[in-house]
Nanobody, 123 residues
Framework: HVQLVESGGGLVRAGDPLRLSCAAS????????MGWFRQAPGKEREFVAA????????PYADSVKDRFTISRDNAKNTVNLDMNSLKPEDTEVYYC????????????????WGQGTQITVSS
């Protein structure tokens, strides 16, 4: 069965960098576009970034543009999210997701989701 497992979350200080990784199994990873989303308690899930199957330029949420970078390694079945200049408002649970269509910001188009990893940014 398909599994997406996020790692790399934790407690960091404002301004620190952090890398999230998502390891995929049970699917042909190179056939899927991948996305990162985040959600805070009581808030709707928010798109962060997405990457196409061939790592074509992809959209980022305005709130993370120029700070976060998404990348993928099809040989290792992983997708990463490099986060710089973290802010307290980046404190959320981060999820990776997979879909066979495109690097879309629409969460409803993703077929598989990970369990999420918490990031807490202290001021």
């Amino acid at each position: 069965h398909v599994q997406l497992v996020e790692s790399g979350g934790g407690l960091v200080r404002a301004g620190d960098p952090l890398r999230l990784s998502c390891a995929a199994s049970g699917l042909t990873f190179s056939a899927y576009a991948m996305g990162w989303f985040r959600q805070a308690p009581g808030k709707e899930r928010e798109f962060v970034a997405a990457i196409s199957r061939a790592s074509s330029p992809t959209p980022y949420a305005d709130s993370v543009k120029d700070r976060f970078t998404i990348s993928r390694d099809n040989a290792k079945n992983t997708v990463n999210l490099d986060m710089n200049s973290l802010k307290p408002e980046d404190t959320e649970v981060y999820y990776c997701a997979a879909n066979q269509l495109s690097a879309t910001p629409s969460g409803s188009e993703y077929d598989y989701w990970g369990q999420g990893t918490q990031i807490t940014v202290s001021s």
